[in-house]
């Protein structure tokens, strides 16, 4: 049992050790320059 959960503390070491250097890096997404220059219009109707 307790080889046990040395493995799986050293797996999940290995795994956090073997992603990214920064984790919020993984979700930020790349938007073109002409992507960030664009207005919306926006109309808002209350519903109640």
């Known amino acids: 049992m307790k080889l046990r959960t040395i493995l799986y503390l050293f797996s999940l070491t290995l795994l ?6 920064n984790p919020a ?3 930020k997404e790349t938007v073109p320059a002409e ?3 664009k207005l919306v ?5 209350r519903l109640d």
């Not at 219009?41 to 109707?45: A, E, F, G, M």
């Open 25 to 27: 890096d993984r979700f």
């Open 41 to 45: 219009d926006l109309n808002i109707k």
């Open 35 to 37: 992507e960030d220059e």
């Open 16 to 21: 956090i050790a073997c992603g990214p250097n």
